[in-house]
């Protein structure tokens, strides 16, 4: 098990990641005093930490689009206000 303070914790955050990812325990202290813990998610399949950026994975929770998501939303004349 590992411990450092978090503006070490911040300044290397992708080092202090990556001991978790190979399964290292990391400590984060506050002032020398134990704050938080970070640990590896053992188990958790990849498909459950991908963004749900897949066409339709919001399908069936009542998500509606109004208009044309192909259209502009402002109209040509519009856009001289915009200057």
């Known amino acids: ?29 506050k002032r020398n005093l134990p704050v938080a813990k970070m640990v590896s998610l053992q188990g958790a399949k990849t498909s459950d930490l991908k963004h749900r950026t897949v066409i ?3 399908k069936g929770t009542g998500a509606k689009i109004l208009g044309d998501l192909t259209e502009p939303a402002l109209s040509t004349g519009d856009w001289d206000m915009m200057k």
């Open 1 to 29: 098990m590992k411990s450092m303070n978090v503006s070490d914790a911040k300044t290397h955050f992708s080092s202090v990641v990556d001991l978790v990812e190979k399964g290292e325990i990391v400590v984060i202290c």
């Open 56 to 58: 339709g994975w919001a």
